[in-house]
């Protein structure tokens, strides 16, 4: 593969290192968009790991960029809320009259409860009723790809093969199924012209949109006896069954964007990496049992999500920095990720690496990501049905990556099967 971010990253490194920090926003979803936020993180993990963001589209913000420091807030819910009313768990506030709860936006006790209610969906023995359903589906979207022909492995591998599960998991009409991907990306999306939503009026229409289609099937499942789909056991749990309309579409839209961003982006991530690390694509044809371990290190070097945030709740410190009550603390994954301190040679993309489950990607602490292990069922079967398929797949130009500092992901991956 033709690398041409070679040149842009050098003029990064350069831009990242000439600024003073006070003026560093690494939030920028500039940076990510173009793939030139690395350095930055590079030079705050070593000058400043716990850094004031003092001007930014996001208002003020402290950046966490350690991986150590992380664990500490993360697994701190005491002292660093979650709560929506406190603007949530990204870095853009929602306005205060859309801010709406989630159980990923919550603190316990409700988060436990909530949680608990769809958290069997992903349980041992669902995940081996659903591993020959997602096996059957892979191979057959494998299997109707063109060969010889430029085309957007985006498009027709990651978004189908996600989309098909996110359809099950919510037992939803399976012809509409790139409805929940739109909304998925609407959900997550910053309005600006010419973006998939103008401006925040329009996202909101396309939510309460969502909100409707979903409140339709609560209404025909409520009154049926209780089913394995989210939608039912919402339904049917004293812990979910009452939810304001808000937190309805709150926790719809958590369980899509989780279902959905993590495993999509990790599913285009891990052909990219491939195709930059050859080597390790040698050693994965050589050695197809090695593909347990690449899943986990897929997950880190791509960091599905770049970031989490939090809200201090009272005063306090990170790393022997005073951080007052009220705060917004931003966790970045993507920085934690590629920590020399902790992490051997990070940069390196590694198949057989030591210890691939050393990474941020799903969270720590009460908030770790529930759908974690379906995430790395998808990727180790759609990697195993690839190596019985296709010897090579050759990314032939620089993916368009997403503009967001939140979602670390990909719109296009134009990619070649080689017969």
């Known amino acids: 593969m033709a690398d041409g971010a070679s040149g842009l990253g050098d003029q990064a490194r350069a831009e990242a290192y000439a600024l003073p920090l006070e003026d560093l926003n690494p939030g920028d979803p500039e940076l990510f968009r173009t793939d030139t936020h690395w350095p930055y993180f590079e030079r705050l993990r070593a000058e400043a790991p716990v850094h004031w963001c003092k001007e930014s589209e996001f208002g003020s913000y402290w950046s966490v960029t350690r991986y150590n420091d992380i664990m500490s807030v993360d697994t701190n819910h005491q002292v660093f809320s979650s709560g929506a009313a406190l603007g949530g768990i990204t870095i853009r506030d929602a306005r205060p009259d859309l801010r709406r709860p989630s159980f990923i936006a919550m603190d316990p006790p409700k988060h436990d409860v909530q949680r608990k209610t769809v958290s069997p969906i992903v349980a041992p023995a669902n995940l081996a009723v659903m591993e020959p359903i997602i096996r059957e589906r ?145 050693k994965l044809r050589a050695n197809p049992g090695l593909i347990p371990n690449m899943v986990p290190e897929i997950i880190r070097w791509q960091t599905p999500l770049a970031h989490m945030r939090r809200t201090a709740l009272v005063d306090t410190e990170i790393a022997g920095q005073p951080i007052a009550k009220g705060d917004k603390v931003v966790m970045w994954y993507v920085s934690g990720n590629r920590d020399e301190a902790v992490i051997e040679n990070p940069e390196a993309f590694r198949i057989d690496r030591e210890r691939p489950r050393q990474h941020l990607s799903f969270g720590f602490g009460i908030h770790r990501c529930v759908g974690n292990r379906l995430a790395e069922l998808q990727l180790k079967i759609v990697w195993e049905e690839i190596l019985k398929r296709f010897r090579h797949i050759e990314v032939v130009a620089e993916p368009k990556r997403v503009r967001s500092s939140f979602v670390k992901g990909y719109e296009e991956l134009p990619v070649v099967i080689h017969a």
């Not at 099937?217 to 009154?223: A, D, E, T, Y």
């Not at 394995?228 to 069954?241: E, I, K, P, Q």
């Not at 719809?252 to 990496?273: E, F, K, M």
């Open 138 to 282: 892979a191979g057959r979207i494998l299997d109707e790809l063109p060969v010889g022909e430029v085309f957007n492995w985006v498009d027709r591998v990651s978004i189908e093969l996600t989309t098909q599960m996110l359809a099950t998991l919510f037992d939803f009409p399976f012809e509409e199924r790139r409805r929940l991907t739109h909304w998925s990306d609407v959900a997550t999306c910053l309005p600006m012209p010419g973006a998939l939503c103008e401006t925040e009026d329009a996202r909101q229409a396309e939510l309460m949109e969502c909100l409707a289609v979903f409140t339709d099937l609560w209404n025909q499942r409520v009154n049926k006896p209780p089913a394995g789909d989210l939608v039912s056991m919402m339904a049917h749990s004293d812990a979910t069954r009452d939810m304001t309309p808000d937190e309805y579409l709150g926790n719809i839209i958590l369980l899509i964007v989780g279902g959905n961003d993590t495993t999509r982006n990790s599913i285009s991530g891990g052909l990219y990496a491939l195709n930059k690390f050859p080597a390790e694509y040698d």
